[in-house]
């Protein structure tokens, strides 16, 4: 592809597409389209997935260490957040930090009740929490990071948002942000597809086929370990790790590319 004055093809030849391409320099030639992570890379709801998680857990735990008599050590911010459940699909979030506990559960049913010791119980009870949290205190967004997603709108490049949660759309709907994306790919896409949840790069390749972009002419964009391994395990032409919790390092050791504080961090003079 011949990007020598960033053109891509099929893109729009107005002044202001021209623009918005000289802006997005940054991206590697051959970059047709962008694959974005939604918590902790779009909208600010990594916290509230984090705050969920924990309330979830530690009320397990309590509970399980009065029955037992053992001790009740809580789930740990950040780290076990970070290692077990961060950009993970909910019901592998649950079964990675219980394992790492030395716990095991029975599956259960999907979306069972909230009530229900399993698998997909607790995942019940922290998505629950999930909800609860974004009605009383609504969505906000990275403002760079949604900035750079209208330029590479405004550029013609193809856009999808790929996120483990069940939730993805009616955050995307409550941030104001969903026309931005073509496509959507989350946890119930991933459910009825039987896509594999990242690290593994199914999701990502689901959203590149859907754009109908190779996978080397993608770039993904991520906040968690997680999901910088999918995009590597893919193949995609360029993976971005954005580092919000001190982590960077660890982006890089697991594949991505180039790691920024912000996705605004990409852009240049327009």
């Known amino acids: 592809m011949d990007r020598s004055t960033n053109a891509l093809p099929g893109a729009p030849t107005s ?5 918005a391409r000289s802006a997005l320099a940054a991206l590697p030639e051959g970059i047709s389209a962008c694959l974005f992570d939604l918590d902790g890379v779009l909208t600010q709801t990594a ?3 984090a705050a969920a998680w924990k309330e979830m ?3 397990f735990l309590v509970d399980r260490s009065r029955r ?14 970070v290692d077990h459940v961060d950009g993970k699909l909910r019901q592998d979030g649950v079964r990675g930090f219980l394992a790492s506990r030395g716990i095991a559960l029975p599956e259960g049913a999907d979306e069972g009740p909230p009530t229900a010791e399993t698998v997909h119980g607790l995942g019940t009870r922290k998505n629950d929490l999930v909800l609860e949290l974004i ?9 760079g990071s949604v900035r750079f997603v209208a330029v590479v709108r405004d550029a013609g490049l193809r856009r999808a948002v790929v996120s483990a949660s069940k939730n993805c759309r009616e955050v995307l709907a409550a941030a104001g942000i969903e026309g931005l994306f073509e496509v ?12 594999r949840g990242k690290p593994a790069p199914d999701m990502f390749l689901a959203a590149a086929e859907a754009l109908g972009v190779a996978p080397g ?3 993904v964009f ?9 995009g590597r395990a893919g193949d995609f032409g360029w993976v971005v790790g954005v580092d919000r919790a001190g982590h960077a390092g660890a982006l890089r050791s697991h594949g991505a590319d180039t790691v920024v504080a912000d996705l605004g961090d990409l852009l240049g003079a327009r």
């Open 15 to 19: 002044r202001a597409a021209l623009r």
């Open 47 to 49: 916290k509230v997935h």
């Open 57 to 59: 857990f530690d009320a």
């Open 68 to 81: 037992t008599g053992g001790p009740f050590r809580p789930f740990e911010l950040p780290a076990d957040y």
């Open 135 to 143: 009605r009383r205190d609504g969505v906000e967004v990275y403002e």
């Open 184 to 195: 959507r790919v989350d946890g119930l896409v991933a459910q009825q597809a039987g896509l």
């Open 217 to 219: 002419h993608a770039a």
């Open 222 to 230: 991520e906040d968690a370990v997680a999901g910088v391994q999918a």
